[in-house]
């Protein structure tokens, strides 16, 4: 058994209900050591312009699953929710449009102590330690995590990460402050 962490967002449609529903059959499947953050109220970050701002949380738990079965089964739970994953065609090459706004957004943190820097899953994940997107939430839960690689714990990641406009709200959506 491993412990997963795993960053959840969602800027398009009902973006909370999403999150929570995601939440709870994550909970449902992986139960043991589950825990979850708050919610947090986002800024986009490097997104394409107009994009609206994403509700984002971590989760943690116990799994058996290999980090790629791991990583197929949280993709068939965007694809569920209604994630199509938009593509640009370049030189004759599908590449992926990175950032573009979601319904569904489940990525894969760390898991254990992996490090893996082959697609399609890069372990730790590669931006983790600078978005404060993550970084605030999974404080939350594991301010002394050590992401693999790194040398500092995610509270102190935190306290250098770039600013961002970020607010813990409640699960219905409403501010928390």
């Known amino acids: 058994m491993e412990i997963a962490y795993i960053a959840l967002g969602a800027n398009l449609g ?94 894969i943190i760390t898991m254990g102590d992996r490090i893996s820097q082959s697609p399609p899953l890069i372990l730790p994940h590669p931006r983790a330690s600078t978005r404060r997107f993550v970084l605030a939430p999974l404080a939350e839960i594991a301010p002394d995590l050590v992401l693999p690689g790194t040398t500092r714990s995610v509270h102190q990641l935190l306290e250098v990460a770039p600013s961002l406009r970020i607010k813990k709200i409640d699960s219905d959506g409403s501010d928390n402050a």
């Open 14 to 107: 009902h973006s909370l209900e999403n999150l929570l529903q995601a939440r709870e059959a994550l909970s449902l499947r992986f139960p043991s050591g589950f825990q979850a953050s708050s919610f947090w109220l986002t800024e986009p970050v490097d997104c394409p312009p107009g994009s609206g701002d994403f509700i984002n949380a971590v989760v943690s738990f116990e799994t058996e699953l290999q980090p790629l079965a791991l990583l197929h089964w949280l993709q068939s739970m965007e694809k569920k929710a209604g994630r199509e994953r938009p593509h640009d065609l370049e030189n004759g090459i599908i590449k992926r449009k990175l950032n573009a706004p979601r319904c569904l957004d489940l990525d």
